[in-house]
């Protein structure tokens, strides 16, 4: 296995990833808009460590069935399955984990052994997170903050993985967390 430090990514981020690529609203209910933007300029770094080898980011296949589209009138865009394609299925920014009876008993373990609370797809996420020795899990799930998840995030960090908003990953290497001067980037991001 890698030395590179390996991060789950929430089928969310490549949500909003994609959103805000195509400058559509960011997650609606967002009470500040301001952080998710920063937000998905730290998951954009991410994704783009990643695919220079600096780090592994990693999802579940099940992220693949979970980013269809992005509230578009009429359906998704071609430009929008082009993102999801790219960023999820290229094989060039992120490793798929492929759900396995493993992943399932211990999605399952979660709460049953370690009263983890949490959705059948979410217990699916964090499984897969630690059984293939991702450090932490990145997410912009709403459901964060609410009581359901947000009382799970101690028993996660307890078992050794620990959740974060991409702009609290500590696992992005320096040299990404600094503008590209020759790159266009929004007036006020980091």
Known sequence: MSTRP??????????????????LPLSVGSSDVATRETDCWFFRRLCDA???????????????????????????????????????????????????LFIAERARDLHWRDGILLSGADSLHVASALLDGCTEFVTLDGKI????????????????????RPSQTSNLPNEYRTNDLFAHQPEGKP
């Not at 390996?6 to 400058?23: L, M, N, T």
């Not at 903050?145 to 974060?164: D, R, Y």
């Open 50 to 100: 990643s695919r220079d080898g600096a780090i592994q980011l990693v999802t579940s296949m099940l992220s693949v069935a979970e980013c269809l589209h992005v509230d578009e009138a009429g359906g998704p865009t071609e430009e929008t399955r082009r993102l999801f394609v790219e960023l999820l299925t290229s094989g060039a920014v992120v490793d798929l984990v492929e759900p396995d």
């Open 145 to 164: 903050n609410k009581q359901k998840f947000a009382t799970a995030i101690p028993a996660i960090q307890k078992i050794g993985l620990s959740v974060v």
């Open 6 to 23: 390996r991060i789950y990514a929430d089928s969310c981020c490549f949500i909003e990833a994609v959103k805000h690529k195509r400058g």
